[in-house]
């Protein structure tokens, strides 16, 4: 009997040992997927840029799928990228400015909202992921800044450029995580792509030892323009991008692509855009550099991309890591008679580069479903089989891999919807010797909502000013370059006629008039949504409504009418205090309301509107909604 005590107790230990062995096993086998994002700074789209990069060619796009129709909802770093890791638009994370200091300004706005520990990477490493960051990641992370009063949380390493040498491309300044405290390096020798590189090289190899799924995010500051002290590779004071000191003469012959709104002979856009004057040669000739110096500063990008995939090749990881290549906001350079830069709602600025390889991608996949910054944090929790949290309060949508077919490409058409918003507030600038515009002269307010809607049979842009009230509207199945504003209040040159009073006055087979009625109801709902709003815009207006085209029917008709004339979109002030050290106006609930003609109802909706402390979150209840929908459809 002892004997068979013995016997049955030897083979207990040894069935938990072994349950101990398999347990440990599968916390080591933990496959879910590897995230690689890598993040540039102004990097165009629309001028072929992403075109010349040779190893992002051969190794991301054709190994992977390319997103034309991906767009920033703010075309300006900060904004962007606290978007981006917070899965929430500016008007909800009230990150307007680029300028620390100022009202919405920057990375110590963020630290005043509470968001530094409300972002990507701290739901991803509570789930068990390494997470890693190196490069730029806000405007305003200072070597006094980055962590008084809090720091940013959620990262097991780190390696983060600060101002004031953020922008140098050499020497440049640091910010180390260790995982366990922070320290500063207020000078790291070298090109600070490379610096990057290696950066995201060594998390790459020290993950996949300990065999853990990670998050690393690879940020250069290129193709941005240099700030700062002097540097290699910059022999004259112009503001140009840095190449590494062995690419200087590279692409000498390189042209600049000049599409049908390049310096154009007739005025377009609006407000400040409308009032320049053709660019003259000099000025072309200093844009024809400036491209080609952002091309030779994008070369280094491409060596980096090369570098941190053959390290997750060597690894053994590359077949189960997703790497997504994209931009904070586009670039222009001379297009609508503009100097090189951003903020405006041209295509150029805001449809960006969005690139993706990975399991379930495709390879070789070019798709035109309408995708924005505001998705990549869902998306890269669903790859990462992560449940949201309801009070992260995401605005965006995932999308859906594998996306290898048509079938594939519908089902995440109808899961998303037809439609992005845009919004800005900042005073019009530009980049470069020839910006000669005086940022104080409240003509070149630069504060819009704006919507990009693409869908079966239509393809348009539409913007809503606070400066003098203008609007642009754009059928860009046929003006893809935005050359005739199709709006009845678009100005129009020498006292001629508009495009509108020219007879151009229906759209979609419907007078433009009504259309209007369907955009500015869209334009309501998003300007001021919250998480699931903004990812059901049109069901907000009429819950059998999905796309632009279901809102086109005649049935609809009066309910958009009488929502028109009680709710139009606009703003009680364009501005607060503008100056040149002030780019931007804190988000202000109450001034971003319609303007309601129907006192009664604009009451309702304010008192029913809330104001969450923090980040101010203005979050509209339709109340006007209720008083249509009884008798609305047919």
């Not at 240099?226 to 590779?233: E, S, V």
């Not at 009032?275 to 040669?281: A, F, N």
């Not at 995401?394 to 899961?415: C, H, K, M, V, W």
């Amino acid at each position: 009997m002892r004997r068979l005590l013995r016997t049955a107790a030897l083979a207990l230990a040894f069935l938990l040992l072994l349950s101990l062995c398999y347990a440990h096993e599968a916390v080591k086998r933990d496959k879910r997927p590897n995230i690689v994002f890598i993040l540039v700074d102004d990097q165009d789209l629309l001028l072929d840029s992403y075109k010349h990069m040779t190893t992002l060619q051969s190794e991301l796009i054709q190994k992977g799928a390319l997103f034309r129709k991906h767009y920033g909802h703010v075309s300006q770093c900060c904004p962007a990228r606290a978007t981006l890791w917070t899965g929430r638009h500016a008007h909800n994370t009230n990150i307007t400015s680029v300028i620390a200091g100022v009202p919405g300004g920057a990375w110590q706005q963020m630290q005043k909202n509470g968001l530094h520990d409300k972002l990507l990477q701290v739901w991803l490493k509570n789930a068990g992921y390494k997470t890693y960051y190196s490069g730029k990641i806000f405007n305003g992370f200072g070597i006094k800044s980055y962590c008084d009063p809090v720091c940013v949380e959620g990262w097991s390493k780190a390696d983060i450029l600060v101002d004031p040498r953020t922008y140098l491309y050499y020497n440049s300044s640091y910010a180390h995580y260790d995982g366990n405290e922070w320290n500063i390096n207020t000078r790291v020798p070298g090109y600070s792509t490379d610096q990057i590189a290696d950066y995201v090289s060594g998390y790459v190899e020290e993950a996949a030892q300990a065999d853990t799924p990670f998050f690393a995010v690879a940020a250069p500051v290129a193709p941005h323009i240099a700030a700062g002290a002097t540097y290699p590779g910059n022999r004259t004071k112009l503001p140009y991008p840095v190449p590494k000191k062995e690419y200087e003469n590279l692409y000498q012959d390189l042209e600049l692509p000049k599409s049908p709104n390049f310096n154009p002979a007739n005025r377009s856009g609006v407000n400040a855009v409308w009032e320049l004057e053709r660019l003259g040669d000099g000025n072309i000739w200093y844009l024809e550099e400036f491209y080609r110096r952002r091309q030779r500063a994008l070369k280094s990008v491409d060596d980096m991309v090369g570098t941190i995939i053959q390290k997750l090749d060597d690894a053994g990881v590359l077949d189960n890591t997703y790497i997504i290549y994209t931009s904070d906001n586009g670039y222009h350079l001379g297009n609508h008679r503009l100097q090189g830069g951003k903020l405006q709602c041209f295509e150029e600025d805001v449809n960006i580069p969005f690139f993706i390889r990975g399991p379930d991608v495709g390879i070789n996949q070019t798709w035109d479903l309408v995708t924005g910054h505001i998705d990549m944090a869902p998306t890269i929790l669903q790859l990462a089989g992560i449940e949201q949290d309801p009070a992260w309060q995401l605005d965006g949508t995932a999308i859906s891999f594998p996306i290898r077919d048509q079938f594939d490409y519908i089902r995440n058409l109808e899961l998303r919807g037809d439609s992005s918003h845009l919004e800005f507030w900042g005073p019009f600038r530009q980049e470069g010797m020839f910006n000669k515009v005086n940022v104080d002269n409240n003509r070149n307010l630069n504060i819009y909502k704006a919507l990009r809607l693409q869908g079966d049979g239509y393809n348009l842009m539409y913007s809503v000013w606070c400066t003098n009230e203008a609007h642009e509207l754009y059928d860009m199945s046929w003006d893809a370059y935005q050359m005739t504003n199709l709006h009845p209040s678009a100005p129009a040159e020498n006292g001629s006629m508009n495009a509108f009073e020219r007879g151009m006055d229906t759209l979609l087979g419907r007078p433009t008039e009504r259309v209007l009625h369907r955009l500015d109801a869209l334009v309501l709902v998003q300007k001021t949504c919250v998480a699931e709003v903004c990812r059901e815009p049109w069901k907000q207006l009429h819950p059998e409504i999905k796309t632009l085209k279901d809102a086109l029917h005649e049935g609809y008709d009066d309910l958009f009418a009488r929502s028109y004339r009680e709710a139009k979109v606009g703003w009680k002030q364009c501005y607060n205090g503008l100056n040149r050290y002030n780019s931007s106006t804190l988000y202000d609930l109450d001034n971003e309301q319609p303007i309601w003609i129907n006192e009664t109802v604009r009451a309702m909706v304010k008192r029913s509107a809330g104001v969450v402390e923090g980040p101010r979150v203005g979050v509209v209840v339709l109340a006007w909604l209720g008083l249509f929908l009884a008798g609305s459809l047919v």
